[in-house]
């Protein structure tokens, strides 16, 4: 096989906090390979690949790309060579339609003028060649992620692209659409497009990708065809320690009242965070409520709506027996009514402000955070670090919390600063939406454990997640949206007597709800 | 790793490149348009260190203007825009001026601290007024601040030909202030006056505010994320509020101090750019109280350096004005598509719901 790409000994080092994110490190890709580059948060996966495209230079180290020794200077440079990237968060413009953006900045034109509805020929062969479907003439705002994810290949392919990099292309999507995306990945290989692929998923990866580099902490630790590695032992390169897989879950204890109790509840109009209509659901002390569902479809704002951010349109939600539609977060927040949205970027934090502004948002207000309108700084200093210390925040970023930029931390740590500010309340009843998203092996196991000891303490938690796996893991129940509705909610745990693990929900079964094909209410069980 | 870690390391180099470009440029069009360019030369930028009267009236000339960069400054750091400033400014200098000569048969000095919280408190309903219709109505405050203010310049116009008019000026102005209301002045005959000392103490104040207080934070995080506010408690509605009615209140002020300070009458339209240099004032400053102080002095200075040149050598006072809109153009450019990107970014999440 031939080699598109080789860099050698590429260091990276951020003056701004003092980090080596790269040192020394190779890659090597050969033509028409899914390359599937996997680490840790932190490892130095994006910088890489940012050194790649061009966004910013090495400190040292040399890169030949398709026979050329050089470094690309900006990512358009690296693009007229055609290296196309796929970031996590599409690119795309929501006003215009998917052609619109597929052509932007080469439009077709009919005169001088641009044939805004015009599809050009190309497009159509290279969709047909991808095998990617997707309506032309749809607007980006009402395509579903895994439809953007389509427009945003469509847009580099049409525009010549052989050399993909797919950063954590799966993580947003449904097991179903990630099923799709993987066939097209596979027909871009065979039409001898060449991939890198930025992952977590190890058995996504070592199902479909044909080489592998594991790089920890900024070091290359492995590098090589994918045959003569396990799973495991992928795991444990990317981790340097085995981490072990499940989680200790009794049976939930007897349910008394429920805490909260949510009853034919509805957010009419379709806001950022989708709509939702008649659910109802009942939250108990001890119980993991799981909630599962496309994302938008209505799970977050149902989440929203819960936590005071949003206004239903009808409905009752009480809580401990008294109504709180209409209060603020702040006085839910009081009452222990604690809210983790999944946003943690744009809702969860503010990544201008510092780790200690951010952790005394919820507090500020009263003594010992400020006396009379005055903030006490070191108060508010010594809280912070005692909780985010408690969370096992990363030293680096200990370091000075009155002034250190929440944006400057890896989104595990960002994670972490907004748990402890929330968990920090003793919440009884917890709203949580995709906690994990994002995070590496070890940030998610500790997230996941800090739930499960919430619920042994007799706190309800309602947890929204993308990640079935996460949902099977941690969940009692599991309710799945489809379309806006409650079309199931399924028992997850065995109860007394009942012996045989195969009545237990599994991915598949899930999905099926998650798609429309079961459910509709029937089978809700409670 | 230090205080020193945020997004804007590069902020002192970006904060003196609008007034070092735009000096450059009045550099270029004094050499273009003086027939005596080395007297005309130092004649704009030396004579106004000359003498201690030259001194004196810059440092009158930049003391509303300090304040209006201060009310400017609350706005933005609320992530909010008021562009009536102009409009504040001129109806605090009315009010101030209508109050001091009714209360005429008082004490003077009590008539001007009647007057100046009452002018606080009027200019800060009228652009409260603004916040209210934005969190009750989602009212683009960018646009009512604006179109109030511009009706405000016109009632006060009216009022400086109409009812308030003292034909024996043979201007359109008001009635002379009397001398006890009046600020001490410092220096005469220069027009500096004790408002100056008024104006760095609101700096003063409104720094620790920002800083060390509840109220301050509030401010800051909402400008910085309203969808986090909102989520994290901070109770948004009454924080835009609260920033609008403390902008507007300092705008008026700003026209009572310069008017019981500097003028000897309301006098029809004196306050043109005050409010709009105050914006640029505060962007040059990045929104830092203290900052305003040499903002606004760098501004005056222009002025004055207009003056001088006129003066003492062939300059028309429009080169400060030139001059002023270059570096007004510049960190406007940037501000604004600082705003507009991240009200993108906010603008999606609902930002005002609840």
Redesign the interface.
């Known amino acids: 096989m031939q080699t598109i790409l080789e860099m050698k000994g590429i260091t990276k080092f951020f003056p701004?906090?003092?980090v080596h994110a790269l040192d020394g490190v190779d890659l090597q890709v050969n033509t028409g390979a899914i390359h599937a580059l996997v680490g840790e948060n932190g490892a130095g996966k994006t910088t890489l690949m940012r050194i790649l495209n061009g966004w910013f230079p090495a400190n040292s180290g040399s890169m030949v790309f398709k026979g050329e020794k050089a470094f690309f200077r900006s990512p358009a440079e690296a693009f007229a060579h055609g290296i196309g990237m796929v970031h996590q968060h599409f690119r795309l413009v929501e006003d215009f339609s998917v052609v619109q953006n597929v052509v932007l900045g080469v439009e077709p034109r009919v005169g001088k003028l641009f044939a805004s509805r015009h599809v050009p020929q190309k497009l159509q062969q290279v969709a047909q060649e991808s095998q990617i479907t997707v309506d032309f003439h749809a607007r980006v705002k009402d395509l579903s992620i895994g439809d953007r994810q389509k427009v945003t290949l469509l847009r580099l392919l049409y525009r010549d692209s052989d050399f993909l990099i797919l950063d954590e292309p799966t993580s947003v999507l449904t097991p179903l659409e990630a099923k799709g995306f993987f066939n097209i990945l596979l027909t871009l290989q065979s039409k001898g497009k060449t991939i890198v692929w930025v992952s977590h998923h190890l058995h996504e990866v070592k199902q479909y990708a044909s080489e592998v580099s594991v790089l920890r902490k900024g070091k290359m630790v492995f590098s090589g065809s994918l045959s003569s590695v396990s799973v495991d032992k992928l795991s444990e390169m990317m981790v340097g320690e085995s981490v072990k897989e499940t989680y200790q879950r009794e049976p939930p204890p007897k349910r008394s009242a429920p805490v909260l109790s949510v009853s034919h509840f509805s957010l009419d109009h379709s806001?950022?965070y989708g709509r939702f209509e008649d659910v109802s659901l009942e939250l108990f002390p001890g119980e993991i409520q799981g909630i599962a569902g496309v994302s938008g479809s209505g799970q977050s704002a149902l989440a929203h709506c819960i936590?005071?951010?949003?206004?239903p349109s009808s409905g009752t939600l009480s809580y401990q027996g008294k109504d709180i539609v209409g209060e603020?977060?702040?006085e839910l927040?009081e009452q222990k009514l604690v809210?983790v949205?999944e946003?943690r970027l744009?809702?969860?934090?503010?990544?201008?402000?510092s780790i200690s502004?951010n952790w005394v948002?919820?507090r500020?207000?009263h003594p010992p955070f400020?006396r009379e309108?005055?903030?006490q700084?070191p108060t508010i200093q010594e809280q912070t670090l005692k909780w985010v210390r408690d969370f096992q925040l990363d030293e680096s970023g200990l370091?000075?919390v009155l002034?250190?930029?929440v944006?400057?931390l890896s989104g595990g740590n960002i994670q972490k600063v907004l748990l402890s500010r929330e968990l920090s309340h003793d919440p009884r009843v917890l709203v949580v939406c995709d906690p994990t998203w994002g995070l590496d092996v070890k940030s998610t196991r500790f997230v996941r454990e800090k739930l499960l000891e919430l619920r042994q303490k007799g706190c309800a938690i309602l947890l929204v997640s993308a990640d079935l796996d996460e949902l099977l893991e941690l969940s009692d129940w599991i309710g799945v949206f489809f379309n806006g509705r409650l079309v199931g909610n399924l028992q997850n745990y065995l109860s007394s007597g009942e012996e045989s693990p195969a009545k237990l929900p599994d991915r598949f079964l899930v999905s099926r709800y998650m798609t429309g094909i079961s459910g509709a209410g029937k089978e809700q069980a409670s | 790793m230090s205080r020193t870690i945020s997004r804007n390391h590069g902020a002192t180099w970006s904060a003196l490149f609008p007034p070092l470009l735009a000096l450059a440029f009045g550099t270029v069009v004094i050499l273009l348009t003086s027939q005596m360019p080395l007297q005309a030369f130092a004649a704009f930028f030396l004579k106004p260190f000359s003498a201690t009267f030259f001194v004196g009236n810059w440092l009158a000339g930049a003391t509303p203007l300090i304040i209006t960069g201060l009310a400017a400054c609350v706005a933005f750091t609320a992530g909010a825009f008021n562009l009536g400033l102009e409009g504040q400014v001129y109806g605090g200098a009315v009010l101030a001026g209508f109050l001091v000569l009714q209360m005429s048969h008082l004490p003077g000095w009590l008539g001007m601290w009647l007057a100046l919280p009452a002018v606080f408190i009027a200019g800060g309903a009228l652009a409260g007024l603004s916040g209210w219709m934005r969190v009750k109505w989602k009212v683009d405050s960018l646009l009512s601040t604006f179109l109030i203010g511009n009706i405000l310049v016109f009632v006060c116009d009216f009022l400086l030909e109409g009812p308030m008019l003292d034909p024996s000026s043979g201007l359109s102005a008001s009635g002379l202030i009397p001398d006890p209301a009046k600020f001490w002045q410092l220096s005469p005959p220069s027009l500096l006056h004790a408002g100056i000392f008024l104006s760095i103490f609101l700096a003063i104040v409104l720094a620790w505010m920002l800083k060390g207080s509840t109220f301050g934070y509030e401010i800051r995080l909402v400008g910085k994320n309203v969808g986090f506010s909102r989520y994290g408690g901070i109770p948004v509605k009454r924080v835009y509020f609260l920033a609008f009615f403390l902008s507007g209140g300092l705008a008026a002020l700003a026209g009572a101090v310069d008017v019981l300070g500097a003028q000897e009458r309301v006098i029809r339209g004196f306050s043109s750019g005050y409010g709009w240099n105050g914006i640029a004032v505060a962007l040059i400053a990045r929104n830092h109280p203290l900052l305003v102080i040499p903002a606004a002095l760098f501004f005056a200075y222009l002025e004055a350096g207009a003056q001088t040149g006129g003066l003492f050598a062939d300059l028309s006072p429009e080169i400060a004005r030139l001059i002023q809109s270059v570096v007004f153009f510049i960190v406007s450019a940037q501000a604004l598509s600082d705003y507009f990107s991240r009200k993108r970014v906010s603008g999606k999440r609902g930002v005002l719901h609840g």
Request: glycine share 12%.
């Open positions: 701004a906090n003092q806001g950022h936590a005071g951010l949003l206004e603020s977060p702040r927040r809210f949205p946003d744009h809702e969860g934090s503010c990544v201008h402000a502004e948002v919820s500020y207000y400020s309108g005055r903030l700084f370091k000075d002034h250190f930029e944006g400057f």
